[in-house]
């Protein structure tokens, strides 16, 4: 009897070990998303969008060659683009030499947004991949 409790047990935790990690699998794929875009070569690849309420939080990996190919070694800072038309960013914010980034207090719409890198000259990057929020009313 205690056996059959035992197998019991045993098997409703594995269901709830495989649902939690499907969910979180789920929850990371939704949070972390892999996206195509320039990559190196002096640009800047995002590489996650957090999907809160009212911001958009960029997450990017840093470009390790300049666009010659030549190893990057003076990398400053990077600048946020957004606005709401797809290549048509209206406002820009330079937020130093982070990898992430939130916009916050965006009104109701859908946003598309980028990243650039720049070095100690001012010389600014291609746009990286672009990726879209969409804020709810």
């Known amino acids: 009897m205690l ?16 649902i939690h990690g499907l969910i979180y699998l789920f929850l990371l794929t939704l949070t972390i998303l892999t996206l195509n875009g320039c990559g190196d070569g002096g640009g800047v690849n995002i590489t996650g969008a957090d999907t809160s309420a009212n911001s958009a939080t960029l997450l990017w990996d840093p470009p390790t060659t300049n666009t010659d190919g030549t190893e990057l070694t003076d990398l400053t800072g990077y600048k946020v683009y957004y606005g709401t038309e797809s290549g048509n960013y209206t406002a820009s914010t330079d937020v130093g030499n982070v990898t992430t980034y939130t916009v916050s207090d965006l009104p109701p719409q859908t946003y598309y947004l980028a990243v650039t890198a720049y070095d ?3 010389n600014e990057s291609d746009y990286s991949n672009e990726v879209s929020k969409t804020i709810s009313p």
């Not at 056996?3 to 495989?18: D, G, H, L, P, V």
């Open 3 to 18: 056996e059959k409790a035992e197998r019991k047990y045993s098997s409703e935790c594995m269901k709830k070990n495989i």
């Open 120 to 122: 100690v000259y001012g």
